[in-house]
């Protein structure tokens, strides 16, 4: 029996368990993209990124997870990963990566809004801080399309009235940009 990647995604998000155990081997350096694509299905999106390229599969209608695969010149793996996580976002180098090497990097994001006073584009991205927490990864890009600055607080979806301090919710984040770095927290 064939299990999509959404289903082994689901199955995994419920149990301690990762699809390799429920769905046989891993995928693994030097498999041939058609392997990948048969376990995976289609991805969603494919980014060019010289004489590779990079497959993205998104998990789930909010995308707290994104698999992404890079495959070689010769249509073999490279590498696959989870890129919703604390290290990967880590790798984004504010005042030097532009839209397109956020989109190689962390894949599609699940939000995009325009801050017109600023001048600036914002790409959220949701995801599972340390596979427990419902987070939001925001990256803030000029009008020339560069980094300059990104937040990460408590993803507003899951925001609800808990009682403390009488209002609908709680957050905190935490920004770097250009410049300086802050700390805040909303009620």
């Known amino acids: 029996m064939k299990h999509s990647f959404l289903a082994c995604i689901l199955a995994s998000s419920f149990m301690l368990t990762g699809c390799a155990s429920m769905f046989g081997p891993p995928l693994t350096p030097g498999m041939p993209v058609q392997q990948v694509i048969a376990r995976n299905g289609p991805p969603a999106i494919e980014y060019p990124d ?11 209608e909010w995308s707290q997870y994104a698999y992404m695969a890079r495959i070689g010149p010769d249509g073999k793996l490279i590498s696959y990963e989870n890129v919703r996580t604390r290290e990967k976002f880590a790798t ?9 090497d956020v989109l190689r990097t962390i894949g599609h994001p699940t939000e995009t809004e325009y801050f017109p006073l600023k001048k600036q584009e914002a790409w959220s991205y949701r995801y599972k801080e340390e596979g ?3 987070s939001m990864m925001h990256i803030y890009f000029d009008s020339s399309g560069i980094v300059r600055g990104m937040e990460n607080g408590q993803d507003p979806l899951y925001l609800r009235d808990n009682g403390f301090f009488g209002g609908p919710g709680m ?7 250009g410049g300086g770095g802050g700390i805040g927290i909303g009620f």
């Open 132 to 134: 427990i927490w419902n």
């Open 171 to 177: 957050g905190i984040g935490i920004g770097i940009g």
């Open 50 to 60: 010289g004489d590779t390229k990079v497959l993205e599969w998104p998990v789930s």
């Open 92 to 100: 984004i180098k504010i005042n030097q990566f532009n839209k397109n």
